[in-house]
Each structure stands twice: as C-alpha cells, then as structure tokens.
C-alpha cells in the first residue's frame, strides 16, 4: 500500500516539474512576443518592468489574478466556468507522452502520436462551449471560426502525421525521433519536407495564431471566442494558447528534426565538441528556434481572410499532404535513400 | 476486496450509464450533445482499461474531436427554445419495439459471443505488443474487401450528400476568382490620362 | 507574356513574396530600435516650437505690452480677453490680459500680430493644470513665464537664426 502511494506522489512530483517550467515558459514566451514583435517593428517592447522588462509577465500575471471575474447574466454559468478548463487541460495532457531526452519521459506509451491527437483535438471543445456560453455574438462567431477552422486543419495535420508514422513505422515518440538518429541528413525533415510544411502550416491554424487568427479578429470580432471572460478565466485561455504553441513547436522538433539529437552528430569534429551536451539542451534550443519563427510569422504576414483560410486548408494542403502520404509509402516500400533503408 | 481496476471500471461505467441517460432525459440539445460527449469519452475510458488503446484513442480522436464537434457546430446555431416536449408520445409504442429488439439482439450476442470470453483477459500484454499492428494487420488481410468497401461506401455517402445539397452553380452568385487577384497588376488597373488644363486654352 | 507567367507560378509556388516579407522583419529585427524612452529621452524639437505662452519685458523691466489689441483681433480661436487703461505716469498698458489656455491651439498668430514683440510662444511644451480655472493664464502669470523662460527665448532664436 506504502508503495503505490510513493509511485502515486512520484508520479504527482514529475508531472509537477514538467508543468512548472511549461508554466514559466509560458510567461516567459509572452514577454519573449511582444520583444521580438517590438524588434521586428524597430519599437522596444515592455522595458520598464525590472531591467529589461523581465518581471514583466509576473505584473501582468498578477494583475490578472487581482481582477473582478465577471459573470454575464445571461450566460450559462456551469459551462462558463468549466470551459476555460476544457481548454487548459488538453494543453496540458499532451506534456504526458513528449520525450525530452532519451528515456526522459512521463509515459512512454506505444501510441503516443494517437493520444497526441485525440488530446489536441479536445481542445476545441472548450473553445466552442466558451462561445456558446458566453452567450454573446461575437463571442459565438468567434467559437464557430475557431472550430470550423481548426477541424479543417486537423484532417492535414493529421495525414502530416501519418506520413511521419509511414516514415519510421512507429508511434512512439521516443521511438520516432531515435529512427532519425545519425547526423542530420538522416532527419525526416528532408524526405518528408513537404509534411513538415503542412504540418507547420496546420500547426500555426490549429493553435489560432496569425496569420490564421480570425478567432480573434480583434478587429471585426473584438477577441473573438473569449470576450466575456476577465481575470483568470481569461488568464487561462491564454495560458492553453501559448501552451499550445510551445507543444506545437516541440512535436515539430520531435517528428521532423531529430528531437533531442544533436545536429552535429556523425560530423567528424564537430560532433566530438559537442558530445558531451546533453539532448535536452538540444531540444530546447530547437523549439525556441521554432517559437520564434512562430512569432516571426506572426510579426510578418496580415491575417488571412477566413474564406482564402478555408480554401488554403481544403484545397491546397490536404490534397499536398495526401500525395505526399503515397508519396512515401512509396519510398518505404522501395526503401529510398539513407530514411528508410 | 475489490481491487482498484474494478473500482475504476465501477465508476466508469456508472458515469456512462448516468449520461448516456442524460443525453435522452436532458431538454436542451446543446446539453444533451455535451453528455454524449461525455458518454463517448467514458466508453473510450472503457475501452482503455481493456488495453484497446488504438480504438479508444480513435474514439476520441474521431468522435469526439471531429464528429461530435460538428453535430455541435449545427445544434449551438438552432434556436435556443426547448424544442423537446414529454407529451409527444406518438411514437412510442415503436420505440418501445425497437428498444426490445435491440436489447434482445445484445443478450443474443453476449451469450453466444467469443468476445466475451476472450476480454476477461487481454491476449497477450507484452511490451513488443501493439494493438494498433494487431488491428491493422488484420484490417488488410482478413478484412481487407470489407475494409474497402466500407471505404467506398463513405465516399458514395460524401458524394450523395453534395449531391444533395448542391444546386448548380448561381449565375448571380457573388464570389471572387484569388487567381485574378493575384495575377492583377498596374499595367492593367491603372491608366494614366494626360488632360490639359481648360483655363490655359481660354 | 509566357515569361511573366512562368515568373509569376514560380513565384507563387515557391512563395518567394512570404520570404521577401520574412527578409525584411528579420532585418529590421537586427537593427537599432527608433524609440524614444520619454521621460528619460525627449524628442528633438525645432526652436521654431509653439509651446506654452509667456509675456515678455525690455531689458529694463518694463513690460512690453501696450495694450493694442492686435493679438486679441487676430485670435481664431479667441483665447485672449484684453482691458487696457492709462497708468499712473501716462502710459497705456493693460489692466487684464488673460489667455484660455484651453481654448488656444498654439497657432502663434498672436505672436505674429505683436508690434512690440510681448507675446511670445515659448518652446515648452511640458506644462499642466490641476485644477478648474488654472487654464486661466493671467497676466501676472504669463510675465512671470516670460521671467523665467527669457533666457531659452533668445537662445531658440539664435539658433533659429543661424
């Protein structure tokens, strides 16, 4: 008995130190946005919280903690309230089954890409029940765009995916990224590049980022599904947000760019300096190169109308992806190249 | 002493009566939609403690993520009245018959099926094991002409459903070719026109 | 006409206006930021600058203003109430020369209209009010603003001169 409540707390302690950090994370990305957008458009950015602006997402944080939670009247109180969770938790479940380093990971189970669906497709319901709820206009137009649109761009993402499973005939994460092991030309980025480019391209969709954010629409539609919402429960949704992005980013690294191995790995001298960093190391700095092209795209490109979004989705990357879906099952079949020997 | 898979499966499994229950006692649709979102999620739950991840996982990924979500986009756009009223109990008498009918047809199948005595205890659990190979292998081998046909007949469904939505294009239908759009350049849109000044000739 | 074609599906199909777009955030993301910290850093601004208004006197004391009205005439947005009267030793001056400061809109007419050079338009622009009727720039007000900002009005027009 002694012993399952020990697994039962260590399990408790290691969800604890992968949702702490993602927590500080996602602070940090707030703040790492709007000083990169800021760059980007020759301004600052915050600056005036601590050196640099650097306490700046805990002021917002507690600001945000401090406000009224505002009820609208005519609102479906229970569903107001429970779907900002809605939103949060599948944001968060996905942690579970990412590898971090070789073994690093919370559960190492064999369907890992499946639960990483079925979890991200979760998330839309929070935004569709928030919209509802909030019974108010804008509010609903906003849910209606975020769902029609993420569903659009599961079907893509999802036979990105699949042609990432074809490729290394597993779909255990850890499994995924070890297939890519030895050097970065064994990457499934460059077999698979046209995947990659839709699974991007989903990805910055599915998580309702611009160019692709007509959700918010602050300017049609003031902010879209969640214009009700105050305080925290505001906080949240944008927590799941900027959580998303980081997992979205971190699911790149592990299907298309080996992971945690490092990118000098089978190069003669290089490799041998950089043995002995740790594949963490690794992984974190590529999903920071991926989060600031998330933010460089968004510093970049004017938002999409909603019908080039649907036509995009439908008509462009599903039938791109499906081809290259047949596309590689040919090259497994015929073992192409150094990928799939 | 009941163990702590059964307490799971208990409590489970009461949640999934409870709302599947819900789904046909509930008034509004809306409600009534998210309980059986509800409903599928505790049968994926079910399915999880028999070690059927992949279907369970598909259930959720499929049902509950793309179905459900668009059963839900079309109930959240009806009028918010209470459409469903206790007094009509015109076809009752049917449902009844159907209900009896199905309910016999389960116990058939319970008692002469080898499923059950097969899922007291997953086959074989080992860690090479994966569910998601057992089943594909065979879906393409054993099953792969029915497999297909189910495949050809979702798409007669998707194309009969356009079909009959679909009616022809409008000639007055307002819409933009993007080709053009993108395509347009100054040398088309703008012209240049030198006019001289009236004041100066006078 | 085949050409621009080929051109333009190149251009579409390798979306080369997205990274022509990327190219050039990324190269503003690498240069100086253009901003100004405020209250730590000012904007340069010209001597010619409307600020705030003051009333000026000739070097012996004497207050410039005699009470022509010219000021009050050309004022479109009239902001300033004069009353003129004789003084003891003879001369005319004014006896109420009040500016509504919110009424003025900094056009520096007045300034232009001034045949003895009294009022002037200061290159101040950071000055406030906190309460009702501190709008009201009297007289007395506006020759001690004069006072107290003589020295950064011949320092504006030097350079304006130069």
């Known amino acids: ?341 | 002493m009941i163990s702590l898979l059964d307490c799971f499966f208990y409590s489970i499994s009461s949640m999934l009566v409870a709302s599947s229950l819900a789904v046909i006692l509930v008034r509004h649709p809306v409600r009534a939609a998210l309980f059986l979102v509800l409903s599928f999620v505790m049968a994926a739950m079910l399915w999880m403690l028999l070690e059927a991840e992949f279907l369970s996982l598909v259930l959720i990924f499929v049902y509950v993520g793309a179905i459900m979500t668009l059963f839900l986009f079309v109930i959240m756009m009806l009028p918010a009245e209470e459409s469903l009223s206790w007094k009509k109990w015109r076809g009752f008498p049917f449902a009844l018959l159907l209900f009896a009918l199905l309910l016999s047809l389960l116990f058939y199948m319970l008692k002469h099926s080898l499923l059950l005595g097969a899922s007291a205890s997953p086959a074989d659990t080992t860690s090479t094991y994966t569910n998601t190979q057992a089943i594909g292998h065979i879906l393409y081998t054993q099953y792969a002409l029915p497999f297909e046909m189910i495949g050809i007949l979702l798409l007669v469904a998707m194309v009969a459903a356009i079909m009959l939505t679909f009616r022809g294009r409008r000639v007055d239908a307002k819409g933009q070719c993007i080709n053009k759009q993108v395509r347009a350049s100054k040398q088309d849109q703008l012209k240049l026109v030198n006019i001289p000044s009236e004041g100066e000739k006078g | 006409m085949s050409l621009s074609f080929a051109k333009r599906q190149i251009n579409s199909l390798l979306l080369l206006e997205l990274f022509r777009g990327l190219s050039i955030t990324g190269r503003v993301f690498l240069t100086r930021a253009i901003t100004i910290r405020y209250p730590e850093e000012d904007t340069p601004i010209s001597p010619r600058f409307r600020g705030m208004l003051a009333l000026r006197r000739y070097a012996n004391g004497e207050e410039r203003c005699i009470g022509c009205r010219l000021c009050e005439a050309a004022c479109p947005a009239l902001a300033i109430t004069i009353e003129a009267d004789v003084r003891s030793d003879g001369s005319r001056r004014t006896t109420i020369y009040d500016i509504d400061a919110f009424k003025c809109m900094h056009c520096g007419f007045c300034e232009e209209a001034c045949p003895v050079d009294a009022i002037v338009l200061t290159s101040e622009m950071h000055y406030h009010m906190e309460a009702r009727g501190e709008n009201i720039f009297t007289k007395d007000k506006l020759l001690a603003i004069g006072d107290l900002y003589e020295e950064k009005i011949a320092q504006d027009r030097e350079k304006d001169n130069a």
């Open chain 1, 1 to 341: 008995m002694l012993e399952a409540w020990l697994t039962l707390i260590w399990i408790v302690i290691k969800i604890l130190l992968i949702i702490l950090p993602l927590m500080g994370a996602v602070a940090y990305l707030t703040l790492a946005e709007r000083k990169i957008i800021g760059r980007m458009q020759a301004r600052m950015g915050p600056n005036r919280a601590g050196l640099f602006g650097v306490l700046q997402p805990l002021a917002d944080g507690l600001k945000l903690l401090c406000k009224e939670i505002i009820l609208p009247s005519s609102a479906n109180r229970f569903l107001f309230i429970v779907s900002p969770i809605l939103v949060l938790a599948p944001a968060l479940a996905v942690w579970a089954v990412i590898p971090f380093s070789e073994g690093l990971v919370l559960a190492n189970i064999n369907a890992g890409v499946l639960y990483l669906l079925a979890m991200t497709s979760l998330g839309v319901y929070g935004i569709l029940i928030a919209g509802w709820s909030s019974n108010s206009k804008y509010a609903f137009y906003g849910s209606m765009r975020a769902a029609a649109q993420v569903i659009s761009y599961e079907i893509s993402m999802g036979f990105a995916l699949a042609g990432v499973l074809l490729a290394s005939g597993s779909m255990n994460l850890s499994q995924i990224v070890l297939r890519q092991a030895g050097g970065v030309w064994h990457w499934f980025v460059i077999p698979l590049f046209p995947l990659f480019f839709v699974y991007w391209v989903s990805a910055i969709a599915e998580t309702n980022r611009a160019p692709f954010d007509v959700a918010e629409g602050e300017s049609e539609i003031v902010a879209g599904f969640h214009v009700e919402y105050s305080g925290m429960g505001f906080a949240i949704f944008f927590l799941a947000e900027y959580a998303n992005m980081i997992f979205v980013s971190t699911l790149a690294v592990l299907l298309f760019f080996g992971g945690w191995l490092s990118p000098f790995e089978g190069i003669p001298i290089l490799g041998k300096w950089f043995a002995w960093m740790p594949g963490i190391i690794w992984l974190l700095a590529k999903i920071s190169l991926f989060l600031f092209l998330y933010l460089w795209l968004r510093a970049t490109f004017p938002r999409y109308r909603y019908d080039q979004i649907m036509r995009l989705g439908w008509k462009i990357l599903i039938p791109l992806s499906l081809l290259w879906v047949i596309v590689v099952a040919l090259f497994v079949y015929y073992h192409v190249g150094i990928w799939f020997a």
